[in-house]
Every structure is written in C-alpha cells, then in structure tokens.
C-alpha cells in the first residue's frame, strides 16, 4: 500500500479539564494567548504572587492589567529584556510597579545587549560575536488563579510576545498548566535565576514532572536538545496513529529554522520513512529538507506594501510527535515554548520549552497546525 499523510480534519480548538487546559490560536483568536493571560491577571487576588518574564512589553491592555493586579495587592514581579523596555507600556508599569526587588512588587530589566542568565562568548559563532543574546522569554506563572481550590500554581507558556502586533498578525499559541507544582516550583526558580542574573553559559535544566509536563531551560552551550528529542522519533512499530500505514509523523511551526544539525536529523528521519511537515516563516535549510517525505510550507503573508509591519506570519515555535517516541508507539507528544530553531535560541539566549504528553494537548495544536497550513504555501 502507498503510504501517505491522513487528510487534514477540519480546524478545531480543544481544551482540557481543570487539571491542565490546552489553549491553541492563531492570529484571530482571543483564549488562551492575549486575552488568556489578562483574564487570568485579572482573576488573581490580593495577597497572591504573579511572576511574569518578556521579551518585549508594548501592549498596553498587558501593562495596565498588571498594573490593576498590584493596585489590589497582588505580589507582581516582572523580568523584562532590555530591547523594548523603553516603550509606553513598560515604562509605564515599572513606574507603577518600581524596581525595588526587595518590595512585593518590582521590574527588573536584563542589562543592554545581554541576556538575564545566558552569559555567551564567540565560541559556538565561529568566534564571532553573539547576535543578539536576549532574554527570550514569554511565560506567566500565579500562585493562584481566582477563588482557592480553582486553579493552584498555574504556568502559561506561550510563543505570543506582549505586543499588539503578537494578536493581530501573527499565529502564536499559548499552553497553560494547573495544578502541576513541580513544574510551577521550576519555573518559578528559573525565574528567580533570570531576576537574580546568576549568569552562565551552560544554564540548562531539563527534567520530567510528576504530571504529563517536562521542562527544558536555556542556554544550553554544547549539543542540541532539539536534535537529542528527534533521536527518540523512531518512524515504525505504530499500529493505530501516524501515516495511512502507521509511519510516525513530525510537524513543525517555526518562526524560523536554520539550524543544520536539526535540518539534517528531519531528513534522517524521513529516509528512515517517517514523514515531516513544517510551516515556517523563515528557514536557510531548504535544501536539507528538500526529499519526498518532508513536506515544507512558507507562511509569510506580504500585504503588498513597503513596510513589512502589516505581514502576517507564524510566530509559534512547537514541535508534534504523532507515533513512535521514546520507545512508545502510537502515542502523542507537543513540544512548545519560546525557543526558536535557530543558534541564538540555542546558545545565547534566556529560553523556556515545555514537552507535554498526551492525545488531547497534541490533537488541538495538530488542529492549529492544520489551520496554519491552510494559509501556507508548499515550497518544496
């Protein structure tokens, strides 16, 4: 039999139960990115604490709900990068907010042409000098979220930047966690890492948690964790998901992918039989990726104009295993974050990836996937 991909299903939206809530977007959509994260500020009372780290803070409906939290109290602490912490919005909320880190409430902005953690030198850029290291990062976490006993220690991972642009243009996605302690008490010593700059170049943190969650934090100075999660895709043994004949399937978003020894592991893949998918927005590997069974789709939609401040375009950044991971045929597996497929995400820069197992969470970012791809153009 000729083995091909399954027919994309129509685009949809799932969502979880208490205990961990997926939320998937795209540009249009309200839950779980923007509009997610301010609602869930808003609903965090008085006397509890909201950690909160950016890359870059323009939006003003962000700023003021934080602001609006710590005017009723709530613990509010924010480590921002220094690229855009000029603009309105954060100018605003650290005046609100101050920088005193020994007060309830504080801003903390990562030094000019640094990260908060990642402490690089040239010897991963060919002695170069670093690009652009940053703090990358785009997560929330809330000792409590509304009433006690609804929602304990909650994580909003999202691949949405805090600006207008991120809701309007740009494809993004958003995870949330409930409930998951390990995985809120990581994030929450990362983020006093990040705020305390305790520099390294080789900061990085992975371990699985009690719940369907693992974590990953960067930089990571040698390897490629990227690479070491596509050496446990095996493409065979599958009997009930994948392919029309059970052959695992990877996608892919990406904002951007230039890292070879990802492009090249993608195509060892496919001559192993897997099949690859990937809706990116910008990549300098096509001819890596160019073989019968990888499938790559551009999605950059030029408006027609000068200015390339109206295109819309892919700004997630994830990862889905449909088959054989680890070991484990016929099952699911969603890898979404910050972290982008290319060398500053990897080596010089304050970034965050989560794994999430399970049918549910990898189904409705499949469904975005889908909905991205209707958008895209083939390229191969």
Known sequence: MRDRLEAAPPPGRVHGGRARACSVHDRRSRP????????????????????????????????????RAHARGVQVRVVLDHSESDSAAAVALTAALGTDMAKPS????CPAGRACIADTDATWNDGTPPVNPINHNKFFTFSRVGAAG??????????????????????????????????????????????AERRNTNYFRQASTAGTEKYYFFPQSSGDVVVDILGNVTCTGNTTVGSDSHKTVVRIAAWALHRSAVAQKLRALADQGCWIEIVYRETNQLTTLTHPRIRPYKLLLDKGTATTGDDMFVHSKYLLVEGNYAGRPD?????????????????ENDEALLRISGNTVHDAYRANYYAMRSHATLTD
């Open 331 to 347: 099952t699911k597996w969603t890898f979404t974050g910050s972290h982008n497929l290319d060398m500053s995400s990897l080596r």
């Open 150 to 195: 609804l929602a304990e220690d909650v994580v909003i991972q999202t691949s949405a930047n805090q600006t207008p642009g991120n809701t309007t243009r740009f494809w993004n996605n958003a995870y949330t966690s409930v409930g998951n302690t390990e995985l809120y008490t990581a994030y929450v010593n990362y983020f006093d890492d990040l705020a």
């Open 106 to 109: 504080w801003v903390h902005i």
């Open 32 to 67: 779980g990115g923007r509009g997610g994260v301010i609602d869930a500020v808003d609903a965090t009372e008085g006397g509890r604490t909201l950690r909160a780290s950016m890359y870059a803070l323009t939006d003003a409906d962000y700023s003021e709900a934080l602001q």
